[in-house]
């Protein structure tokens, strides 16, 4: 059975806090991807990577960084927690998108990440 | 500004009757569909997919219409079961763009039995 699976389901950090959040996928996934979900927004994506070392922005980027030193692995970064992080974090992996038509992204069971 | 749009944040349908969710869209460049079942504490799970060549696909009690004039798409499910309650996302993919999805708000969907 596949499977992307993030480090930690609860986390509760303090407001100025460095966080890292660790996802691992079994699937030899070129893409990786890191959202948030909040009521009303649905799913906003933070970062995603295309290869190993690769990184780009998603639509909202600002307080995250990445890091993807190993194709199994994608982690996302808040430099300096703050309240309004406080979010579930969802990591998604696909193969590449001539791959993927038939079934888009697999996901993880999220992160609810509560910064106090 | 959000290219994909899910207007309804609920709907309650009775058991056996059928549930139409639908989703609004604002880039012509969306090649590819999809919509997402999520039930609380997990992650989202694929449901069933639509190329934008295409205007209907079907997944036993799941089909999904794509209407490109009007920038809209409905996912359709008969008959509906009480474990069909969930949040329902739809996910719009621009073409050449990195396998990247665009996401709705989502829809949750409750079920009466």
């Known amino acids: 059975d596949v499977k992307v699976t993030q480090s930690s389901r609860y986390l509760v950090k303090r407001t100025g806090e460095k966080v890292f959040l660790e996802c691992v996928q079994d699937?030899?996934?070129?893409?990786m991807f890191w959202y948030r979900q909040d009521p009303g927004l649905g799913l906003r994506l933070i970062y995603f990577?295309?290869?190993?070392?690769?990184?780009e922005k998603g639509d909202i980027p600002e307080g995250y960084s990445v890091s993807r030193e190993k194709k199994e692995r994608f982690s996302l970064i808040l430099e300096s927690a703050s309240t309004n992080q406080t979010s579930m974090y969802l990591c998604?992996?696909?193969?590449?998108?001539?791959?993927?038509?038939?079934?888009?992204?697999?996901f993880g069971s999220g992160t609810r990440l509560t910064v106090v | 500004d959000q290219q994909v749009k899910q207007n309804s944040p609920s709907l309650s349908v009775q058991e056996g009757r059928i549930s139409i969710l639908n989703c609004d869209y604002t880039?012509?460049?969306?090649?590819?569909f999809l919509w997402y079942k999520k039930y609380p504490a997990e992650g989202p799970t694929f449901l069933i997919s639509i190329s934008s060549i295409k205007d209907k696909n079907e997944d036993g009690r799941f089909t999904v219409f794509l209407n490109k004039s009007a920038k809209h798409l409905s996912l359709h499910i008969v008959p509906s079961q009480p474990g069909d309650s969930a949040v329902y996302f739809c996910?719009?993919?621009?073409?050449?763009?990195?396998?990247?999805?665009?996401f709705g708000s989502g829809t949750k969907l409750n079920v009466k039995p």
């Open positions: 998604a992996s696909s193969p590449p998108a001539t791959e993927s038509l038939t079934y888009g992204y697999t």
């Open positions: 990577s295309y290869d190993v070392k690769m990184k």
């Open positions: 699937m030899d996934h070129e893409n």
């Open positions: 880039n012509s460049m969306f090649d590819y």
């Open positions: 996910a719009a993919r621009r073409r050449n763009n990195f396998n990247k999805f665009y």
